[in-house]
């Protein structure tokens, strides 16, 4: 059984950066594509950036630029790193993961994580 474990979020001024870890247990990581999700109050979840297990990568257009997704195939670990944050990037954010890559692209993966805040004041 796949778990995910988010660390990393917390409380920044505008301009600000975060780095999100989130660590994978329970399956063969490489074999996984991953991904952060994020959902703030009063909207619905949306994606921010998946990786695929080839490397290849695809963020939503209000990241590109400002946000960088990398992992470290060692430890298991998927990073997001949060540059030029704005209060519009406040919400709770998720690390999700399937074998399945399809599922992940459309939103509906197997395995999600607990989440872990991120609050971007002006």
């Known amino acids: 059984q796949v778990q995910l474990v988010e660390s990393g979020g917390g409380s920044v001024q505008s301009g600000g950066s975060l780095r999100l870890s989130c660590a994978f247990f329970g399956a063969a990581y490489s074999s996984y594509c991953m991904g952060w999700f994020r959902q703030a109050p009063g909207k619905e979840r949306e994606g921010v950036v998946t990786i695929n297990s080839d490397g290849s990568t695809n963020y939503a257009d209000s990241v590109k630029g400002r946000f960088t997704i990398s992992q470290d195939n060692a430890k298991n670990t998927l990073y997001l790193q949060m540059n030029s944050l704005k209060p519009e990037d406040t919400a709770m954010y998720y690390c999700?993961?399937?074998?399945?890559?399809?599922?992940?692209?459309?939103?509906?993966?197997?395995?999600w994580g607990q989440g872990t805040q991120v609050t971007v004041s002006s």
């Open positions: 999700a993961a399937d074998f399945f890559c399809g599922r992940l692209r459309v939103g509906v993966p197997k395995y």
